[in-house]
């Protein structure tokens, strides 16, 4: 087929295509022995992760894992190695064939683990979230006796789970527990007519189920920690509503410093579980999710995974999720006393600016009462200093004819000026009230 040339491609083109085959079921027959281990991390950490695996396959002379890669499928000859880089862990998973034909020392049966280099084993980065051996056993490995007879010597009664997958002809046996050696165990007896790709899907799903209910279960130290400040902070919220409906206007500058206080309180301890309490409802829900793909059904006498999970793992989701609840409750509770309080500084605000605008109104009827005093002492004031000078024209203007005293001129005058200062400073008055108005 030609080479036919192509449009400008998007720089994520590749890397979101790939991303529908992210870390792909390793395909695996049995009889084998897997062990899983998962480590939580932080960025700094999950970098090493990938300079150790580095060193591990320069060991083997392989070459180790570019810069981008997440996902590796190694065959190192005694056994194999899954490694997943995930966001908050790295997943490493090493597997190992048993012999077809030699049954299972269920006293003390052999690990995937134990082909591993220990040194190096001893110093992978992180902390041990969860630690699982998986056996996939055939009828060999039972010693003729079932699959019944390995579990009730390798797994606790009390906490035993089971059911039959793959339509029946996969049964998954697993007792939850942390064994002497630290690691859970997990027992996989599949029929003869499972490919080694079905089965590789159903190993990773089980292993997928405990490492995401480990991860879901982070969030239930936070959540009984929330708890406690919670419950603090919704003490502290109603002895501020009693103390908002008792206060008087000189206390509430204090109770809204206490309130803006508790308001940063709550969303400081909202803001550091938020992360957290988002990433276990999603790991919770990626539990439910794989414990549906397995489509269980009941084998005699035993809980099924659903069935346990449902009973022992629901009590720490409601913690979380009511916790959630709770700061979300106590969020909107504070953010409405703030604004009740707001308001009733508003509202007094308001009326104190009343009263201050009423006294000023006062004020300016007294400055227009003594305003209209002044303006009378004012007309005789300039009538006075007017007619004076009129009695200094009249004075000479007698030298020039004019036939009146300057006495009698001034009194005919007086009444004249004085009804002329008067109307002009009237005027004036209404033109500047006017305007003002």
Known sequence: MPVLPQPTQH?????LHNEVHA???????????????VMLTDPAQREASRAHLSALMHDHHRTGPDADCTHLRVDFGAFRLR???????VCWTFMVPLAADAPLNARNPSTAIEEVPQQWLKDLPGQCLSSVHLWILKDAQCDGQGMRHVVKHMLNDDTLAGAAVHMGHTEVCTDFAIHADGYSRILVK???SISARRLGRLVQRVLEIETYRMAALLGLPAARKAAVVLGTAE???????????????DDEPELLDRLTRLAGQVESEYAATHSRFSASKAYFEL??????DLREERLSGLLTIQEFMERRLSPARSTCEWAVHRQNALSQRVSRMSNLLRTRVEIEQHQSNQEILATMNDRQGMQLKLQSTVEGLSVAAITYYITGLITYL?????KMGWPLSPEITAAIAIPVVAFSVWWSLRRLHHKLFGAKH
């Not at 720089?11 to 890397?15: F, S």
């Not at 792909?24 to 897997?34: K, L, N």
């Open 235 to 249: 003490r502290e919220l109603a002895d501020l509503a009693q103390a908002i409906r008792e206060a008087k206007s």
């Open 11 to 15: 720089p994520l083109r590749a890397l």
């Open 394 to 398: 009249t004075k000479g203007a007698q």
């Open 83 to 89: 490694w997943e880089l995930h966001t908050e862990f």
């Open 23 to 37: 870390r792909p079921a390793e395909p695996v027959s049995g009889p084998a022995a897997i062990t899983h281990l």
């Open 190 to 192: 599949p029929s003869d």
């Open 287 to 292: 539990v439910d999710k794989r414990i549906h």
